[in-house]
């Protein structure tokens, strides 16, 4: 059977900075501690007032097709994930499209478009029916172009406020692919919750400790789906575990569970009884509480282990880097980790090729899903095209009173008029351009 998976990504970070520990956290009374070892974040990438889903979206795939020299004529499907969108029947597919035509020769008139929602899992998503629609013979030769975007802002505020976002990640999904095969076994953890939700309003309602606890029960649960369905796994099968990252500090949390699931009847169970014993098993507690306690109390003393500190830097901290710098993208965050841990093994010079990644999803609302991609033999050359400095250093920093006025400009809510202040300079990309007679968002390139 042919290989399916990703061929190429290409990211575009919103063009605003914003500090979190020197700017956003004197501003709010908080200590930068707590932002730089608490949540594991440096700064958010916002988007300008010229900005928004759609630009980013089309800006990300319009570089990834000049990169990879594809014509609309090569792409039979595009998908956007996104938890921001602003329009409930006409798909930001579209819109993508529609500015993807402005600069092209062709169409995507013969390419099926959509739109995939369940939060953040949702890109994830739109990967998997690619996959499909390619392995099912549907798609005649082409390509699909599978687009995360979006605005993570809540509500000024928030306790999400310091764990802001924005931007977007496309993605090439075709046969015999440069970087990811995909494997065909899944887990899956889902769970109809109300941890994190937007119900027909821009901003999220989110308990924030809950969501925590949803994002770790799902997560263990899909770990467990996907033992059950391939048999135990070993910590040494992974080079890299990409987590959905909100923020960094969740993904510490989401780890240690993670490692401890994965060392469960193993030689390293084995070998770390002597220190911190072995792990708890329920059919030795009567009481479900003093098992979770007991389990907890395992899980804090594996990870200070030095087995567990060595693990944890080689196979999740190359994931996490640029999360630090950019803060919560929602759909596009998994993928994010994914790139992060192939741009570090770049840089780093790691040999990659044949190694197994466990790719880790989650979607609040909630869902958790796990499966695993091969390193395929050309991701060094491919993933060395993504310029992911240069994206991360031509950002504006803006001070708090300007972040104030780039919260207001994209809060439905408030009305900053047309004539907007923008912080950056438009250079060859797609700028929001106002609306039309239909009330539609409006989009040009800027040369
Ligand atoms: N020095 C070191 N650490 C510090 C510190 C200091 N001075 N001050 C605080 N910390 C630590 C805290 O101990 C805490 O770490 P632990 O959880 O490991 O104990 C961490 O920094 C955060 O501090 P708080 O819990 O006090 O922060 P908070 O009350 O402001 O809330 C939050 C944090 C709940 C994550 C909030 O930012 C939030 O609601 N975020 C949005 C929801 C979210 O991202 N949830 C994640 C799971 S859901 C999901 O993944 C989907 C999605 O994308 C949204």
């Not at 802001?164 to 692919?177: R, S, T, V």
Request: proline fraction near 5%; include cysteine.
């Amino acid at each position: 059977m042919t290989d399916v998976g990703i061929d190429a990504i290409e990211i575009w970070t919103g063009k605003l900075r914003l500090d979190l520990p020197g700017t956003l956290a004197p501003a709010k009374g908080e200590d930068p501690e707590k932002y730089t070892k608490g949540l594991g974040l440096f700064a958010s990438s916002l988007p300008d007032t010229y900005e928004d889903i759609v630009t980013m979206g089309a800006n990300a795939a319009h570089r990834l097709m000049e990169r990879e020299d594809v014509v609309p004529a090569d792409i039979g499907r595009i998908d956007v994930a996104t938890e921001s969108a602003f329009d409930n029947s006409k798909p930001v597919s579209t819109y993508i499209a529609g500015c993807l035509e402005q600069i092209y020769d062709g169409d995507f008139r013969h390419a099926n478009k959509g739109e995939r929602k369940f939060a953040c899992v949702s890109g994830t998503q739109a990967i998997d029916d690619a996959y499909n629609w390619i392995r099912a013979g549907r798609h005649r030769g082409r390509s699909a172009l599978v687009i995360a975007t979006d605005t993570a802002l809540y509500e000024r505020g928030d306790a999400g406020e310091a764990t802001q976002g924005g931007g977007a990640i496309a993605m090439l999904i075709a046969e015999n692919p440069k970087l990811m095969t995909l494997s065909q076994a899944q887990g899956f953890g889902s769970m109809d919750e109300t941890d994190f939700l937007k119900p027909n309003q821009q901003f999220p309602s989110v308990d924030g400790k809950r969501s925590i606890q949803v994002y770790l029960a799902r997560m263990r649960e899909a770990i467990e789906d996907f033992e059950g369905q391939n048999g135990e796994m070993h910590p040494e099968d992974y080079a890299h575990i990409p987590f959905h990252t909100p923020f960094p500090g969740m993904v510490r949390k989401a780890a240690a569970l993670g490692y401890r699931r994965l060392i469960r009847d193993t030689d390293v169970e084995e070998a770390l009884a002597n220190k911190i014993g072995p792990q708890p098993r329920p059919e030795a507690f009567a009481d479900t509480e003093e098992y979770r306690e007991a389990l907890s109390e395992y899980t804090e003393a594996l990870t200070s282990t030095d087995r567990y500190t060595t693990w944890y830097e080689e196979v999740i901290e190359p994931t996490l880097w640029i999360s630090r710098e950019v803060g919560n993208w929602y759909t596009g965050s998994v993928h994010v980790a994914r790139a992060s841990a192939l741009l570090d093994g770049a840089a780093n010079g790691r040999d990659l090729t044949d190694a197994r990644f466990l790719v880790a999803s989650y979607g609040s609302g909630a869902q958790a899903e796990i499966h695993e991609e091969a390193v395929q033999p050309g991701w060094k050359r491919e993933i060395q095209k993504l310029p992911i400095e240069d994206h991360l250093e031509r950002r504006s920093d803006i001070d708090f009173e300007e972040y104030e006025l780039v919260h207001d400009a994209h809060n439905h809510d408030v009305d900053t008029g047309t004539d907007l202040r923008t912080f950056s300079v438009p250079e060859h990309e797609f700028v929001f351009d106002g609306w039309g007679p239909m009330n539609e968002r409006q989009y040009r390139f800027v040369t």
